[in-house]
Each structure stands twice: as structure tokens, then as C-alpha cells.
């Protein structure tokens, strides 16, 4: 059984440094692209950046590029994402997921329940 279990995200002040992670289990983790992936209350889940199974080729929605990154340790079965000068527009659930590299949700077969971040200024 596949399981993508995503850290608690919580609550964090605007201007801040957030890194979440996922560790997934009963899957060869080295094999997959992984993903983040997030929503809004009120908006479709959007795309936020992704990662290939070697680590070499990495995507950013626009709104985070460049004060964020995604890094997995493939030893450890865990992908991170990290965003620095979070904005209270960042204030989402956030999913991540294992698939293929690409930017759409359907390229993706296992998603996480997702966390909660909740940005406040």
C-alpha cells in the first residue's frame, strides 16, 4: 500500500521560512517524480513545483520561483519543499505527490492527505 504522509505545515508569519516534507512508503521512491501540489480555500488545486526521480530537473509555479525549492533524499524516501518570504497568499493545504515529472495533476498516481499552512501578516 502506497502512503505519501506530508509533516504538519502549520501556522507562520509573513516574511518567514516554511520547509515541508513527505515521506513515502510502498513505492520505489527513486523511480518517481514527486510533486507539490496546493490549495486554497475556495480555489482547484494548483501546481507548485516538482522534482525528477534523479533530482537533476526541477519545475516552480511562477508566484514561488525563486523563494522556493524542492530537494528530495532519495535514501530517505523523502521529498522537502521549502518557501522562504512566505506571503499570506501561500495559505493553502499542500499535497504531495508521486508520478511522473510534469506540471499537471493527472500526471501524478499518489497524493498525500495534504497539510495546512496558514500564513498571517
Known amino acids: 500500500q502506497v502512503q505519501l504522509v506530508e509533516s504538519a505545515g502549520g501556522l507562520v ?33 494548483e501546481f507548485v513545483s516538482a522534482i525528477a526521480w534523479s ?35 501561500d495559505t493553502a493545504v499542500y499535497y504531495c505527490a508521486a ?3 510534469g506540471w499537471g495533476s493527472a500526471m501524478y498516481d499518489y497524493w498525500g492527505q495534504g497539510t495546512q499552512v496558514t500564513v498571517f501578516s
Do not use: H
Open 13 to 45: 508569519q509573513a516574511g518567514d521560512s516554511l520547509r515541508l516534507s513527505c515521506t513515502a512508503s510502498g513505492l520505489r521512491f527513486s523511480t518517481y517524480a514527486m510533486a507539490w501540489f496546493r490549495q486554497a480555500p475556495g480555489k482547484e488545486r
Open 55 to 89: 533530482g537533476d530537473i526541477t519545475y516552480y509555479e511562477d508566484s514561488v520561483k525563486g523563494r522556493s525549492t524542492i530537494s528530495r533524499d532519495n535514501a530517505k524516501n523523502t521529498v522537502y519543499l521549502q518557501i522562504d518570504s512566505l506571503k499570506p497568499e
Open 99 to 101: 508520478g511522473k515529472l
